[in-house]
């Protein structure tokens, strides 16, 4: 009995990944917002639809070697680990894999089971959605403000315009938001905040994108 409840739980995110890799998914946060029965805005668009620059941007800020790893940076990894103190890692070591199967397999918060959780499951979703899938993905259920998913709605609400018209400047400010959003805002971008999304937009260019087909 206990075997098959193992086979299971290990079976069960690889049948909803392969079900995710052509049905648009929902994150955890937008479930708990609708249980809730509190607003939930996102408009799922294909990753033709959104601006190359969001994705430079993204990679930029948040996961430069996100082409060429397997879902895991285990350099950056190795190295938060070498840093950590007695109270454990002072900073993080997520790509933007294992952002996404967070939001779409996890909880929110910080725990080290969470994270045990998210290195298995970004070497599954790395192979069976590969690169330009997970981008699609990331960047359809990443949270942009108070109930504000997805580049789409996040472009919309912030720029009055599409997630295929941002420009670079824009695009770097929505990148800046992405590790506050419920506090950061790309339409009134604090100082700090422009401060960074300016770094951000210095790194673009040299982002590397072509495993995304961006």
């Not at 996961?63 to 940076?73: E, K, M, N, P, Y």
């Not at 938060?80 to 952002?99: F, H, K």
């Not at 192979?127 to 699609?136: A, F, I, L």
Request: net charge positive; with cysteine; aromatic share 8%.
């Amino acid at each position: 009995m206990m075997w098959r409840i193992v086979f299971l739980a290990a079976a069960l995110p690889i049948v909803v990944a392969l079900i995710y890799r052509f049905v648009p998914p929902v994150s955890t946060l937008m479930i708990g917002r609708w249980i809730a029965m509190a607003g939930v805005d996102r408009q799922w668009v294909p990753l033709e639809a959104i601006s190359t620059e969001l994705v430079r941007a993204v990679i930029a800020a948040e996961d430069a070697r996100f082409c060429s790893h397997g879902g895991v940076d285990w350099v950056a990894l190795n190295d938060v680990l070498d840093d950590a103190g007695d109270e454990g890692p002072a900073r993080g070591a997520s790509t933007i894999t294992m952002q996404t199967v967070k939001n779409v397999f996890l909880w929110p918060g910080r725990s080290y089971i969470r994270k045990g959780l998210e290195i298995p499951l970004s070497l599954m979703a790395d192979v069976v959605w590969g690169k330009p899938r997970t981008m699609e993905i990331y960047l359809n259920v990443a949270e942009w403000g108070e109930g504000i998913f997805g580049a789409e709605a996040a472009a919309q609400r912030a720029f009055g315009k599409t997630a295929k018209q941002l420009s670079r400047r824009e695009a770097a400010l929505l990148a800046a938001a992405l590790p506050n959003p419920l506090r950061r805002d790309a339409r009134r971008p604090s100082r700090y905040m422009a401060v960074y999304a300016g770094r951000i937009g210095a790194r673009m260019p040299s982002a590397t994108i072509s495993c995304t087909g961006a």
